[in-house]
């Protein structure tokens, strides 16, 4: 492949990589794998949030297998975009080396919206925010360009 077809290297970089950076990272693997080389970690690390794995599932996502990673772990990854998907992280976003493009795209927080409502409430945030990403994550690359943070 060559460097101009090569897939891009995307970071979804969330503040604890537990619920809306993994669903970023499990839809661009499902929908955008053949442009996006996809990953997602947090500038702190959560563990895996069992109803994003839920919704997922349902949607035909196997994120299960995933584990919360501190974006310190992908120190060595050179990425062409890192996505912060969530407003905390986009203020605390560390400086990534190279040619690194920063944007900033923010989802609201279901852990946060859901707290204290009825599991059938619970459920239907989380959805709702899963198909707000698969929404996002099925107009890249293209959109990147146009999100730049400043």
């Not at 895996?48 to 992908?74: C, F, W, Y």
């Not at 923010?106 to 990403?133: C, H, M, Q, T, W």
């Amino acid at each position: 492949m060559s460097d101009s077809s090569r897939a891009l290297k995307i970071l979804f970089l969330c503040t604890g990589n537990s619920c809306r950076s993994q669903m970023a990272e499990g839809w661009a693997k499902a929908l955008r794998s053949h442009v996006i080389d996809a990953y997602s970690a947090g500038v702190e690390t959560h563990g895996m949030n069992p109803q994003a794995v839920k919704v997922m599932q349902e949607a035909g996502v196997d994120i299960a297998t995933h584990h919360s990673k501190h974006v310190r772990e992908l120190a060595d990854v050179p990425f062409d975009y890192v996505v912060t998907v969530c407003d905390s992280a986009n203020e605390s976003c560390p400086l990534f080396a190279g040619k690194t493009t920063v944007v900033h795209h923010s989802f609201e927080d279901p852990p946060r919206l859901a707290k204290g409502l009825p599991e059938a409430e619970v459920l239907n945030i989380y959805r709702r925010v899963r198909d707000e990403i698969r929404q996002y994550i099925e107009t890249l690359p293209e959109t990147l360009t146009k999100e730049v943070r400043s």
